[in-house]
Nanobody
Framework: QVQLVESGGGSVQAGGSLRLSCAAS????????MGWFRQAPGKEREGVAGARSDGITHYSNSARGRFTVSRDNAKNTLYLQMNSLQPEDTAMYFC????????????????????WGQGTQVTVSS
């Protein structure tokens, strides 16, 4: 069983930055592939960025160039540095983990993940 707790959300103005954290309670954290997702009201959950267990990362088109995903295996923590935030980035952001994810493209697919956090809200005002 893996428990995930997100933090770092908040309200910022357009152009600002936030860093999200996802702390995982798992003895085998280094073997987990991790992902960040977001869901705005009335919209489907979408993949933002992910980091496979071997360190390979993958980004959505909207995140690439503005967001950076990283993982600290010593701290069992996944991060998402978000820069140049825009109002369309407003959403609930979720962290997810899975021990069996194989392909890089799976990092952005919600159905690829077994474990999910409760989410942290990000609000960007214009």
């Amino acid at each position: 069983q893996v428990q995930l707790v997100e933090s770092g959300g908040g309200s910022v103005q357009a152009g600002g930055s936030l860093r999200l954290s996802c702390a995982a309670s798992a003895d085998t954290y280094s073997r987990l592939s991790m992902g960040w997702f977001r869901q705005a009201p009335g919209k489907e959950r979408e993949g933002v960025a992910g980091a496979r267990s071997d360190g390979i990362t993958h980004y959505s088109n909207s995140a690439r160039g503005r967001f950076t995903v990283s993982r600290d295996n010593a701290k069992n923590t996944l991060y998402l540095q978000m820069n140049s935030l825009q109002p369309e980035d407003t959403a609930m952001y979720f962290c997810a983990a899975d021990p069996q994810l194989t392909y890089v493209w799976q990092l952005l697919q919600p159905s690829s993940y077994q474990y999910w956090g409760q989410g942290t809200q990000v609000t960007v005002s214009s």
